[in-house]
């Protein structure tokens, strides 16, 4: 069963995506173990049966060994590089540390591909730990770069909450086709596989704790980019990985060629949210992750979407959002931000307890022993239901893998959200300086630099995509691509016409079709179609320019 509907379907859209889709009806039906509980399709919410649970936490599968299960499902890859630097031990009781190993034999050598077994190839593929200044700081990345060919575009994926880049399976091969490119997809620090240093705030300051929380991820971006040698470069952001992408364009400017956003949390604004340091809770779009049926989604075709939008007609006018952000201000101001209605259903009290006490969900995994495979299987059963069953096997396991280790990265989410899963501080206040900061003649950002010696930035392409029956507010991004092609404007009235010429800004919005939050697997083919469309148009603007 898909998101519920109205009789109206030019109601607010919000209404459609604060509502919370359930579970298919069929997982009511049995309370039965069976291989249809597992797959989510039948069964209670948790639908690994106690048995099986205990055998996964039994079998104590490294987090190195279930991605390379993972990845083993890449098309024309039959074995992926694994570097075991990092998750190649089982988690303890007390949790992995995720220690770093500087053993020669942990270091994976890349695999090609030749053009005999692979028809888009010949490509090479790598998997490495990049090791960062901070004591205990690296990030693991996984890599693919046609061969024979020079490649001036570096495209780099940042993935969502707690999760890692194995869930960028899907894509890598569909992506890597394009001529020139070099794919990139990292595991934020904390999380994935990368390194899982404490993680502390130290400033007292709300605004000072919250910028203190987006830094931990978007400094170690940086200092990625550097090791790497990467001037420029195309930044994909997921969820969490969309906020960070945001937080890192306007904290490092300078060095996107385009900014894309699949179904990024924290765009709208909440008065809960903005207003409070422990706010209350507002309405849930969050619980709507652990309890959508994705066989549903992807199966489903949201009827309150007219037909000419899902065949040729304007995907970027879904539901008439656009109109609605531009109209539904009650303050009478042009920028289309209006504070949300007030919360239809709050959150249970001791899951706000839990959140303002930064109790992670991943903290009740490790604490449960051999009941933390079925409580995964609450989440990833429905996750991966539209999945071959092995390939759902193979991203439980992965997923549980990820889960049980130490706490690092996932303990910034609490001074980053509030309850609900609306920011602290929201995007929209900020996303219009994206591609718009002043920085060196050098073209490197600055704060420092005399006045002389700084030029404003010439804009950049953002594209915000969204699941046709995405959890998240697609108005908010609606509202974000007006407020981004506004600044433009407003920019652009004092211009020179040198600087009006160079002006590369733009921003839209996407849907992916019959696909939910997670665009990128649940429409991956789509995803994968509009990515590379998006690709070619970097390399084309970068040529001309």
């Avoid at 050598?109 to 990049?130: K, M, Y």
């Avoid at 400017?253 to 949210?273: F, M, Q, T, W």
Wanted: hydrophobic share 35%.
């Amino acid at each position: 069963m898909a998101a519920a509907t109205t009789n109206d379907s030019n109601d607010d859209i919000r209404t459609r995506t604060q509502q919370n889709p359930l579970a298919s009806k069929r997982a009511k039906q049995s309370n039965t173990p069976t291989d249809d509980n597992r797959k989510g399709k039948v069964g209670g919410y948790f639908t690994l049966g106690y048995k099986e649970g205990f055998s996964q936490w039994w079998a104590n599968v490294p987090a190195a060994a279930a991605e390379h299960a993972v990845l083993s499902y890449i098309p024309y890859l039959r074995k992926p590089p694994t570097h075991t630097q990092t998750g190649s031990a089982p988690p303890s009781t007390n949790g992995s540390t995720m220690s770093i190993s500087d053993s020669a034999d942990k270091v994976a050598a890349p695999v090609r591909t030749n053009s005999f077994e692979d028809p888009f190839g010949p490509r090479q593929w790598h998997s490495q730990l990049v090791k960062l200044g901070g004591k205990g700081h690296a990030l693991n990345e996984f890599s693919v770069e046609r061969l024979g060919e020079a490649h001036d575009q570096n495209l780099v994926m940042l993935h969502g909450y707690g999760a890692g880049l194995g869930f960028f399976y899907k894509n890598f091969e569909g992506l890597s086709r394009v001529p020139g490119w070099k794919v990139y997809a990292l595991d934020l620090l904390g999380m994935g596989r990368s390194s899982r240093p404490p993680f502390r705030v130290h400033a007292k300051d709300r605004q000072k704790s919250i910028t203190e929380a987006e830094d931990w991820f978007v400094d170690a971006l940086e200092e990625w980019r550097v090791k790497r040698n990467i001037d420029r470069f195309t930044l994909l952001g997921h969820s969490l990985g969309g906020y960070m992408a945001v937080a890192y364009a306007l904290k490092y400017p300078g060095h996107l060629n385009k900014l894309i956003l699949a179904s990024p949390v924290g765009i709208p604004e909440d008065p809960y949210a903005v207003n409070a340091e422990m706010p209350d809770p507002s309405n849930s779009t969050l619980t709507n992750e652990f309890s959508q049926d994705q066989e549903a989604i992807t199966e489903y075709s949201n009827p309150k979407l007219p037909e000419a939008t899902k065949t040729a007609g304007d995907n970027n006018n879904f539901l008439n959002a656009r109109s609605k952000a531009q109209r539904s201000n009650p303050n009478g101001d042009d920028t289309g931000n209006t504070p949300p209605s007030a919360p239809r259903k709050p959150l249970p009290k001791w899951l706000t307890y839990l959140w303002d006490a930064n109790i992670s969900p991943f903290s009740i995994v490790r604490w449960s022993g051999p009941l933390g495979p079925r409580f995964v299987s609450g989440w990833t059963s429905r996750r991966f239901s539209h999945l071959p069953p092995d390939e759902a096997q193979a991203l439980h396991t992965y997923a549980y893998s990820l889960f049980r280790q130490r706490g690092s990265g996932e303990y910034a989410l609490a001074y980053i959200l509030a309850p609900g899963a609306f920011a602290r501080s929201p995007l929209i206040r900020r996303i219009h300086g994206v591609g718009r900061q002043m920085i060196s003649v050098n073209g490197t950002g600055t704060s420092s630099v005399a006045i002389a010696q700084q030029r404003r930035e010439n804009g950049i392409p953002v594209v915000l995509m969204y699941g046709e029956n995405d959890w998240m507010d697609i108005a908010g991004g609606y509202n974000a691509e007006q407020e981004m092609n506004e600044e433009k404007k407003r920019i652009l009235k004092t211009a020179t016409p040198e600087e009006r010429e160079n002006d590369r800004g733009s921003a839209k919005c996407l849907v992916i079709k019959k696909a939910g939050h997670h665009v990128y697997l649940d429409g991956w083919e789509e995803f994968n179609k509009v990515m590379r469309e998006e690709m070619m148009d970097v390399s084309g603007q970068t040529k001309i320019g």
